[in-house]
């Protein structure tokens, strides 16, 4: 066994849980990636551009028959850890505003198995 296998052979994975969140394309997902750093230091996650159908808003066609209307969202994936999950929960809500009209959507998994991840000392925050 080499030594990278022996070290992610001896990694514990941390019970976890995924956090799922649609939001609008108003820059939210980058406002909540930076607060969860900050002020939680969360690093497992990310943000990805997607289309979404009837997830910020009623979904309406134009005539029968057709496909509803997508509009651009953010899916934001977050992996939290089990213990914190229902307040990150909560702090996610408020933090991204999803109460809000049209303001998304928000999902918990049940338990996950995660390797835990760490960034380097040093590696600088993204500029917007």
Do not use: N
Request: hydrophobic share 45%; charged share 20%.
């Amino acid at each position: 066994m080499h030594a990278a296998e022996a070290a992610f052979a001896a990694t514990k994975l941390a019970a976890s849980r995924l956090l799922l969140c649609v939001l609008p394309d108003d820059g939210t997902d980058r406002h909540l990636l930076r607060q969860l750093r900050e002020e939680h230091s969360i690093v497992q996650a990310d943000s990805s551009a997607c289309r979404g159908v009837s997830v910020l808003q009623e979904a309406s066609t134009a005539r029968k028959g057709q496909l509803p209307e997508s509009s651009f969202v953010k899916l934001v994936q977050i992996i939290i850890p089990e213990a914190e999950a229902d307040a990150l929960f909560d702090y996610v809500y408020v933090t991204a505003r999803i109460g809000r009209p049209g303001g998304g959507m928000l999902v918990l998994s049940q338990p996950i198995q995660a390797t835990p991840f760490t960034l380097p000392e040093g590696v600088p925050d993204e500029v917007d």
